[in-house]
C-alpha cells in the first residue's frame, strides 16, 4: 500500500485544501485526515478558517475558547509571539484538541465564540506554530491536513507553508473554476504541487465541463453525493453517517493517490492524473 511505503520513508503527507466558499473543503479535510487516521497513521488537522466546518466533518468538540491563546503573549512592541518554551511541538501537545479516530485537530479559533482579543491572540499563536512545522522534526512523520478558508489570501501570504502540495476543490461554476486558478497559481508559484480536484459533479459530462471552464484536467471527480446534505441535516460527519457514500469513496482513492504520486512537481507544479475518469463510486 502507498501509505505503507510512505512511512517506511519516515516522511507524512503534507496537503491543505484550497477553494471558493461552500465547494466542500471542510468535508472533504475532515474525511481525508480520518482515512489517513484509520491507515494507523499520526494525523494532525489544522484549521485556519474562523468559520465552523472541519470540527464538525472530523466528530471534535468546538472549544470554548481559542486553546491557543494560552499559548501567546504580546512582546514589549505589543505583537503577539508564542510564549517562551512553546514551540511547534508542544503547541500540538498542549493545544491540539482530539477528534475521531485519533486525529488531532489544532485550529486558530472561530468567529463568534470568543472576545476579538482573545480570537486575534489565537490566530497569530496558530500562524506562528504553522511557520514552524517544517522544521519540527518531531512531527516529521505525521500527516499534515489543513482546511483554509475560502479564496487564495492565506495561501498567499504563508498560512500553510507547511503544505507541499494543495488540494484545489472546483465545482461546476466560472466563479468557483476563476477562484481554483487563482489559488493554484499562487500555490504553484511557491513551488507546490497542485492536485485539481472536481466536486459536487453531477451527469456523465460533468468532469468534461469542469475541465473546459478550469481550462485544465482535473486528477478525480467526486460526485454529487446526496449522502453529505443528509450528514449535515443530522449533524453527523459523514464517514459516521455513510461510511459507504461515494464520496468517501472517492476521497479514499484520492487518499491513496496522493500518498503514491507525492513527488516534486512536474514543470508546471501539477499533480499529474492516473485516469481521466469518473470514479465508479
Known sequence: MAADRLAQSGRGLRVALLGKGGVGKSVVAGTMARLLARRGRRVLALDSDTM???????????PAEPTLGAAVEKDERGRWRLRKGIGPVRAVRRYATPAADGVRLLQCGKLGGSEAPAMMGAANGFYRVVERLP?????????????????????????????????????????????ARRSAG?????????????????????????EQILGESVIDCIPRDPCVAAAERLGVPLLDHAPAARTVGVVDELVERLLSTLRPPDGDGTLQPMAEKVSPR
Not at 482546511?147 to 503544505?163: E, S, V
Open 186 to 210: 499562487i500555490v504553484r508559484a511557491g513551488g507546490a504541487t497542485v492536485a485539481m480536484v472536481a466536486n459536487k459533479v453531477a451527469g456523465d459530462d460533468g468532469r468534461a465541463r469542469i
Open 52 to 62: 465552523p466546518g472541519l470540527a464538525f466533518s472530523l466528530g471534535a468538540e468546538e
Open 135 to 179: 522544521e519540527a522534526s518531531a512531527l516529521a512523520g505525521w500527516d499534515l491536513v489543513g482546511d483554509l478558508p475560502a479564496g487564495p489570501r492565506q495561501a498567499a501570504f504563508g498560512w500553510a507553508r507547511y503544505a507541499d502540495t494543495f488540494v484545489v476543490l472546483v465545482e461546476p461554476t466560472w466563479q468557483s473554476a476563476l477562484t
